[in-house]
Every structure is written in C-alpha cells, then in structure tokens.
C-alpha cells in the first residue's frame, strides 16, 4: 500500500535526537566549501519528512568519503530505486542492495536502539571532481522527493480509508464509482503499481469481466509478481473463463489448450500453498497441472476434497499418495516459511513465518538474521507485524483494534477481507458467542469502534463471500455491524454503502418486532436529521428494499418511509431531474403531495435532455422494478426508447437489446451470469452500466451517473 514519506524514525524528535548524536562535521580543511556544503545539506534528510530516509556522510580515519544510507523496512522500496538512478555504479558504489553500516559508522551507533532499518554504503570515488558529481546527484535525488506530490496535504483523507470506500463500492456494485476512485488513487500516487493493478483486477472480477482482466496491460509480468492469495485465485479464474471455459467438456481439447496456452501462463500461479478462495476455474487448472506433471504429488494431496470442481479431471487423476516425509530442522523451517512470506501477500503467510521464528532459539534467530535476503526480510516483518503474531480471524481482529500500537488495523482488515471466512463460524456456537463478545466489546472503547467502523467494507465483503450468507446465527452480528455503522461520527463521508448489504441480509432472514425496530432505528441514525441530495438515491433505495420485504410492524416501516418523505422536502430543489421523478413516485404511493415543492424546483439539470431520444435497455430478474423504471424514464424523458429483459441465458432478443441500445443497465444483484456474459460480449465499448440495488431508484441512479460521467469526459 502506498503511504506519505516519513522521517527515518517513527516522529520528528526521534530523527532530531538522532541527528543530535551525530559527530560535528568535520572542518573544511578536509574537503573542500562545496563538498563541504552538499555534505551538510545532505545530513538534514535525517529529519525532512519528504525523503523516504536518511543520507548522512562520513569520512573514514583515511580519509575516504562515503555515504550511510538508512531507512525503514517499509520506505526502502521508495528510496533504494531512486538512489540507483541518480548515483549508482557509476558514480558510487551503491548496486541497490542493502549491506550493513561499518562499526565506525556514526549513524550506526547513533540510531542504535530507534527501531529496523535497512542499511546501505555508498563510497564515493577519491577525485574531487567526481565527488562533486556524486554528492549533486544524491541531492537532486532528495530534490526529486521534495518536488513529489504532498498528497497529504491536499488530501487529508488517509489511504487506508479509500481503500475501505473502493471496498464499499465493490460492495454494492458501484463499478463506476470504484474506478473514479482508482483513478484517484493513480492521479494522487497513493499506491504503486503493482497494488492499483491487483484493485483493478478486484474491480474486473467482481464484474465478471474476465477477458478484461487477461487483458490488462502488463497481465504477463501481473502473473510473477508478489500478490495476495485472493488476486492469485482471480487470475486463475480469469486464465480458466477466457482460455478453457468453452473446451473443457471435451477432454483431449482442453488438455491441448492448457498445454500449449494457458500452462505457461498459470505456472507461477500454482505453486503451493495454494490460495484458499479458489473457485471452480482454478480447481479446474490445478487438477489440469497435475494431470501434467503427475510427479508433483503435493498438488495432487491439495485436490483432495475437490473432486465436484474437477469435472472429468478427477476421473483422471490417480488416487493421492502424500508425499514422503521429508524432516527439516526448524531453521530450516523458518527459512522456508520466510520464503513462502516474500512470495506473497498473505495474513496466513505471515502468522506461518512467525510461529516458525518463536520456534528458533535466540542463537538460531541470530544466525539467520545475519543472512541475506533473510535479514531484510526479518526487518520488514518486524516494521510490518509489529508483534509477535497477527491476527487470523475476525474474531481476533476485533481483538487486537483496541490496541493503540495495532495501527496497521486497516491494512490487515483489507487482507483478512480475501483471507478469513465466517461460514466456519456460522457453524460453531461457541465461535459465534466469541465473534458477538469481541464485536460488543468493541463498543465501548472509541479507538476500536472508530477502527471497526472504517473498516465494516471489509467485514461485510467477507460475510457476502460465505456459502451461508445471510446465516440466521449470524443475525446479532449482522445487527452489531449495522449499529456500528449508525453511531459512526463520519457516516456522511465514508463508507456507508455496505449498509445495503446488511439490510437485505437482515430482512431476507426475516426479524421479530424487537429487532425490525433496531432496525429502522438504525437506518434512521444513518441518514442523520436531514441528509443531502449525495444520499437521497440511497433514502430511496433503502425505502424500496423494507417494502420489498415482509414486515412484522407496519407501523414502524410506515413511519420510517414518511420519515425519508418528510427529509426530501426541503433539499427537493436541490435534488436532481431524476432524483425528484423517483421522490415522486413514492411521495404518490405513500399519499404525499409536492405540488408545493415546484414553485421552488430547480433549474433544468439538462439530464432529461441528454437522454431524449436515446434507446436504454434494463437486463433484470426483478420485472417489477425494472417496469417501473421503464415507465418513470418514459414519463420523464421526450422521445426515450425504454426496453427490458429477463432471460435467463443469451437470446435473440438480448443480442438484439445489446448491439442496438444507447445504454445498458445491468441490475447485478438480480441477474444470471450467463445472461450477463451474454450481453458482454455482445456490447462490445459501447456504454454498459451497473445498478447497484434491484430497486427503481437504483436504475435511474445508474443512468444518471453515466450521464453525468460522460458530460464530465466531454
């Protein structure tokens, strides 16, 4: 993840100390006024927070000028590059690796006791001419940070927040909104690139469009680059939907496919431990792989239990032998582990490392601390994990967040969204009890509900990925988690979507009186006194979702629904073209007049002139809402052409609707799969939208925020 630079230690009284116990530069008889200058400018990286590290210059007892270069386990990826660019083999002897300080080195015994930090030297050649040359290029080196975007400054809002609103939206099916976001995250430098291409495969996949995702520029290097488990199993899948899907019901051509295709692409991708949220298409190619290469009989032992996924392939494959044992010492061990860690993103990956390492004694731990890559790769575990285990679970997450020091809460909470499950926990009373306690617990200590607040995309992505979602169990937490969400102090500018997911989850399962009550009390704290025109799609929406469901208090449903009347008043002059027709529409169901309301409407938003005249098509199994939605446009909109399908699989009709329409809507939560590749494959680039509800007021948002985007391109 992408983060602000930062001085060499965790504050800036911590740099200054350092930079304190320093030895006075030496006198200018040493060298001369302008290395003498670039010297002492250089020292001061110690404490610029625009420099991912520290530079500090010394001269040896004879009289060799050489560079200490020094930075945290997490920065050194920023500092190391560009440190080779400008002042590499050429000019120093810096080669990009870390090597550690000399003993005489005087930031060596200076930060002695500050925290890891990954070391290098850089020795500057004896001339003074090239000397000159060297230390100019190390400071337009610092230069080029200073001259970096100061993210922060324009944009207070942390990153770890974004990613919990790219989250939300995924969420939802707020497509359009996680790709402005990603953008953002390009455009503002937030997270390199390696992490913006691991987000728009999660953005891809989530929309099923796999060719997009094989696609991507840089997909082959995508394939060997360190990734978590979850963007690993989505490449798979992505390789399996676009080269194999077609052929695999005959055998002899799929195995031909593989072989000559898809194989050298999908062998970085399957070396064990294999990633744990694999779906069908990547059970599929490993059963494929081991077919083969029948020697590796540890990838045919992981198959096991998988043999509905395989198809025709499990037929194929022999029984599974384990592997011969093979001892390793518990250096080893640890080596391996530490290994496995580097290869991947991963929470297990990391608490793996961990037990291995507390198996070690401190003679052992030093020994392999003194090896390289193992060395580094201790100290960025140590500046990453910050504690001797991590969390593994949700449960301990909940855990661990009322821990000042558990600052990395956020970033382990996006790993454990891929990496953790609930559906094993559906299962056992005992674990649902300790989820609840953790979760209750959490209420009354600010830090740990501000953290789980923030952080509720990633709990909810990983409830809406269980096989028993929505689990009836469950229902205390789904309701904790809806709370949480009411009573967080920034609910207007964060992640609020997911509370649809919660709702839905809620109401599909049905609820006694009591509980429909917190409910709606809920939803009510969540819109606040009086919400702005940002949230009157989701007023609305919510609305249709509770009227889309049973109900055991009609009153209460009733008084909610002219609570959320009653807030469009006053901000109904503000609200847009579509936005009002929706409001009306339910004003009209529910007996509300705002005839008093159009004297003061607002200007024409020249939404319904940008769709006059244009043909839009609605693809949803909810035939209801998507009629409505036909009708509301039709009633709206001069000379609109509003048709709409619920196939279950492609048709003449839905290739027809695909090839000729304006605009595609798309209602995601209420359509088949095989449908939907249908109508992508048939749209080609011309414009294809999401809904992110089933709900009416959920398809005229989705056009609108078209409309609006492609005036905002135009």
């Not at 927040?161 to 976001?181: E, H, I, P, S």
């Not at 695999?248 to 990633?275: G, H, Q």
């Not at 967040?401 to 299962?427: I, K, N, Q």
């Not at 009550?517 to 940002?534: K, R, S």
Request: one cysteine or more; charged letters at 20%; aromatic letters at 6%.
């Amino acid at each position: 993840m992408g983060r602000a630079a930062r001085v060499i230690a965790a504050d800036l009284e911590t740099s200054q100390a350092i930079l304190s116990r320093l030895a006075p530069w030496p006198s200018q008889s040493v060298v001369s006024t302008e290395i003498d200058a670039l010297c002492e400018r250089l020292r001061t990286t110690l404490v610029d927070p625009q420099v991912p590290g520290a530079l500090v210059p010394q001269i040896s007892a004879s009289g060799d000028l050489w560079i200490a270069a020094a930075s945290t386990p997490s920065d050194w990826r920023r500092l190391s590059p560009v440190l080779h660019a400008f002042a590499g083999p050429t000019m120093t002897s810096f080669d990009g690796q870390p090597a550690s300080l000399p003993s005489e080195c005087d930031l060596a015994s200076a930060a002695e006791g500050f925290g890891p930090m990954i070391t290098a030297v850089l020795r500057l050649p004896p001339e003074a001419g090239v000397r000159l040359g060297a230390l100019r290029a190390l400071q337009s080196a610092c230069d080029t940070f200073a001259r970096a975007p100061r993210t922060t400054r324009a944009t207070p809002e942390p990153t770890s927040w974004l990613l919990a609103r790219f989250q939300d939206y995924l969420n939802v099916g707020r497509w359009d909104a996680a790709a402005t976001l990603l953008d953002r995250l390009r455009g503002e430098l937030r997270i390199d690139a390696l992490n913006l291409k691991s987000l728009q495969v999660q953005l891809l996949a989530a929309r099923e469009d796999w060719i997009g995702i094989t696609d991507l520029p840089g997909f082959a290097n995508l394939l060997n680059a360190r990734r978590t488990p979850a963007v690993t199993a989505l490449l798979l899948e992505a390789l399996y939907r676009t080269h194999l899907a077609q052929a695999f019901d005959d055998p002899e051509e799929a195995r031909r496919i593989y072989a000559n295709k898809t194989r050298p692409l999908a062998l970085p991708l399957l070396s064990l431990p294999r990633p744990s949220p694999l779906s069908q298409g990547g059970w599929r190619l490993c059963g494929l792989e081991a077919l083969e290469s029948p020697s590796r009989r540890e990838l045919r032992l992981a198959l096991v239990g998988h043999e509905a996924d395989l198809g025709w392939v499990a037929d194929r494959l022999g029984p599974a032998e384990p592997p011969a044992p093979t001892p390793q010492s518990s250096a080893d061990s640890a080596q391996t582990a530490i290994a496995t860690m580097q290869a991947t993103e991963s929470l297990d990956a990391m608490a793996a490392a961990l037990a291995a390492l507390s198996r070690l004694t401190d003679d052992q731990r030093q020994a392999l601390g003194q090896l390289e890559p193992m060395r580094t790769a201790l100290q960025a575990l140590d500046a990453e994990v910050g504690a001797s285990t991590v969390p593994t679970s949700w449960t301990e997450w909940l855990g661990r967040v009322s821990d000042p020091g558990f600052t990395s809460a956020l970033d382990v909470a996006r790993l454990g969204a891929e990496e953790w499950r609930l559906d094993d926990v559906a299962h056992d009373p005992e674990a649902v009890r300790a989820f609840l306690d953790a979760l209750n617990a959490i209420q009354s200590d600010n830090l740990a509900a501000e953290r789980t607040f923030h952080a509720l995309p990633f709990i909810v992505a990983t409830m809406r990925r269980d096989d028993t979602f929505p689990s009836p169990v469950l229902v205390p937490a789904y309701a904790g988690l809806l709370t949480l969400l009411a009573l967080g102090v920034t609910r207007g500018s964060a992640t609020f979507q997911s509370s649809r997911v919660l709702v839905e989850a809620l109401l599909s399962i049905g609820l006694n009186a009591k509980r429909y009550g917190d409910l709606v009390a809920d939803l009510d704290e969540i819109a606040g006194e009086g919400f702005g025109a940002d949230m009157a799609y989701w007023a609305l929406d919510i609305v249709e979702t509770i009227m889309r469901a049973a109900t055991p208090d009609v009153r209460t449903r009733e008084r909610f629904v002219h609570g959320v009347l009653a807030r469009l008043v006053p901000i109904r002059a503000r609200m847009s073209s579509l936005q009002r027709a929706a409001a009306d529409r339910l004003a009209i169901e529910f007996g509300w007049d705002f005839g008093a309301a159009d004297a003061n409407d607002a200007p024409d938003d020249g939404l319904m002139a940008r769709l006059s005249g244009k043909k839009v098509s609605i693809y949803s199994l909810s035939e209801t809402a998507s009629r409505q939605a036909k009708a509301e446009l039709e009633r709206s909109v001069n000379d609109i052409r509003v048709e709409c399908n619920a196939d279950h699989v492609g048709t003449a009709a839905l290739k027809a609707l695909a090839t000729n329409s304006d605009l595609f809507v798309i209602v995601w939560s209420a359509a088949k799969h095989a449908a939907t590749d249908f109508i992508r494959a048939n749209r080609g680039n011309r414009p294809l939208v999401y809904a992110k509800g089933k709900g009416v007021s959920s398809i005229l948002c989705a056009v609108e925020e078209h409309i609006r985007q492609v005036k905002s391109s135009n």
